[in-house]
């Protein structure tokens, strides 16, 4: 029982002491090199634009990579981007299907809705700080480009 409490102290300390911090990512998404990607820019102190986009994809995705802080002091990473805007009611059957989408065990992240000058669809990976690497971010921007660009028509397909 004491090993286990050691190794949890241990384990728990190590992560606080290798989050990413704010100027790491910064400094990590300004000079990441792959084919594919590139840096757009910062949008304040904690969130970042980039781009991914596979020479097969039609088009380029641009994603927003953001450091949060919750109401508890819990850093997030929170890495997204808008799959799609309508300009009218989403229907009935696409929530069904955005709700089937974010229920699949490979899914790693969730779709969420929000109404504005439009009716917008997201997706979003969150990953806690604690336990996040820098190359785990870049594995979530290559992920939320991917699964956006494999779902979009699917999507776009139910408001026709």
Known sequence: MRRFFVFTV???ISAFLFAPSQKEIDRYL???SEQGYRFLKSAGENAWYVAFKLPEWK???PVVVMLLRDQRGTEIVSV???VAKFDIELTPALMR???QKNGEDINIGAFSLYVSDGYYVQYFVRILNNYCT???IMGAVGWTAGYCNATERDIIEFMK
């Open 80 to 82: 997204g981007t808008t």
């Open 97 to 99: 299907y955005l709700l």
């Open 30 to 32: 300004r000079n990441y």
């Open 59 to 61: 088009k380029e995705w």
């Open 134 to 136: 820098l190359d785990q």
């Open 10 to 12: 241990v384990f728990t």
